[in-house]
T-cell receptor, first 114, second 113 residues
Framework: KAGVTQTPRYLIKTRGQQVTLSCSPI?????VSWYQQTPGQGLQFLFE???????NKGNFPGRFSGRQFSNSRSEMNVSTLELGDSALYLC?????????????FGPGTRLTVL | AQSVTQLDSQVPVFEEAPVELRCNYS??????LFWYVQYPNQGLQLLLK??????LVESINGFEAEFNKSQTSFHLRKPSVHISDTAEYFC???????????FGTGTRLLVSP
């Protein structure tokens, strides 16, 4: 089975722009979660989607949003980019939610905001 | 809110020596515990996890971790490390019924010959 794929792998944007990142989960997986990884804050949970509905949200401003499509693919959007949004954005998929189901991570999208 | 503490930011060790990476979590309520490994420029890979049952869990590449409820710890150990084990290791906790992982700050394991 193919793993979790994320596109693009690298992005360079300038302050004030917006960006959309894409995640394709492992085939058959229905839950998709997003995490932000930075040297200063470490790994932080952004949000989780299951059956096209956001089920859980982390402590991030409203500039960060996401959605999930009927095929479980997910996108996250960051509007009005700030320098501090530079990070590795990781997507993870799992078969179901709850029960300690393993989250499988993609390679990430590295976003640089200039 | 859950939190995870990894006391050691970096652990240098010689090849074939034993190693222990420490992890403590904040809550004593029912949780699931995970160890993930991250190699440079890659995503996270699951090493092992504890859901219930035996408190000692093992991975296929020789790592093991022991769940200690009274000490709220989930330390990772390996009796003999290899150069290829050089990576960053993250401990994570998940409240039962949720799908959100709370990660520690990571421990960089540096294995030298």
């Amino acid at each position: 089975k193919a793993g979790v794929t994320q596109t693009p792998r690298y992005l360079i944007k300038t302050r004030g722009q917006q960006v959309t990142l894409s995640c394709s989960p492992i085939s058959g997986h229905r839950s998709v979660s997003w995490y932000q990884q930075t040297p200063g804050q470490g790994l932080q949970f952004l949000f989780e989607y299951f059956s096209e509905t956001q089920r859980n949200k982390g402590n991030f401003p409203g500039r960060f949003s996401g959605r999930q499509f009927s095929n479980s693919r997910s996108e996250m959007n960051v509007s009005t980019l700030e320098l501090g949004d530079s990070a590795l954005y990781l997507c993870a998929s799992s078969l179901m939610r709850g029960g300690g189901d393993t989250q499988y991570f993609g390679p990430g999208t590295r976003l640089t905001v200039l | 809110a859950q939190s995870v503490t990894q006391l050691d930011s970096q652990v240098p060790v010689f090849e074939e020596a034993p190693v222990e990476l420490r992890c403590n979590y904040s809550s004593s309520v029912s949780v699931y515990l995970f160890w993930y490994v991250q190699y440079p420029n890659q995503g996270l890979q699951l090493l092992l996890k504890y859901l219930s049952g035996s408190t000692l869990v093992e991975s296929i590449n020789g790592f093991e971790a022991e769940f200690n409820k009274s000490q709220t710890s989930f330390h990772l150990r390996k009796p003999s490390v290899h150069i290829s084990d050089t990576a960053e290791y993250f401990c994570a906790v998940m409240d039962t019924g949720f799908q959100k992982l709370v990660f520690g700050t990571g421990t960089r394991l540096l294995v030298s010959p």
